[in-house]
């Protein structure tokens, strides 16, 4: 029964890109400084989209910033790299992220 439910959920995961990232974003530890639709250390998500709408390079910033960190887009308080985010999954969670309304 166990089993099951672990392969059910697998499923929906892979099923639901919105889950699967947000999922993912737990996973890395990324949810202990951003939420989805509000400031926590760093900035919500959605303010994150927003303010990267339309820019052409914005998927390279991004990941750039979440593999090697970065410094005074958002004031003071920078934001360290994320050692464990190899770059496929950035570039996952910065797709989810300039995904979100």
């Given at each position: 029964m166990k089993a099951a439910l672990i392969a059910m959920t697998l499923a929906f995961a892979a099923s639901s890109p919105a889950f699967a990232n947000e999922a993912l974003a737990k996973s890395k530890n990324c949810m202990a400084c951003h939420?989805?639709?509000k400031k926590v250390v760093g900035p919500a998500y959605k303010d994150v989209a927003k303010k990267f709408a339309g820019q052409k390079?914005?998927?390279a910033q991004l990941i750039k910033?979440?593999?090697k960190g970065s410094s005074g887009v958002w004031g003071p308080i920078p934001m360290p790299a994320n050692a464990n985010v190899n770059e496929a999954e950035a570039k996952q969670l910065v797709d989810w992220i300039l995904s979100l309304k």
């Open positions: 939420s989805v639709d390079d914005a998927e910033a979440v593999l």
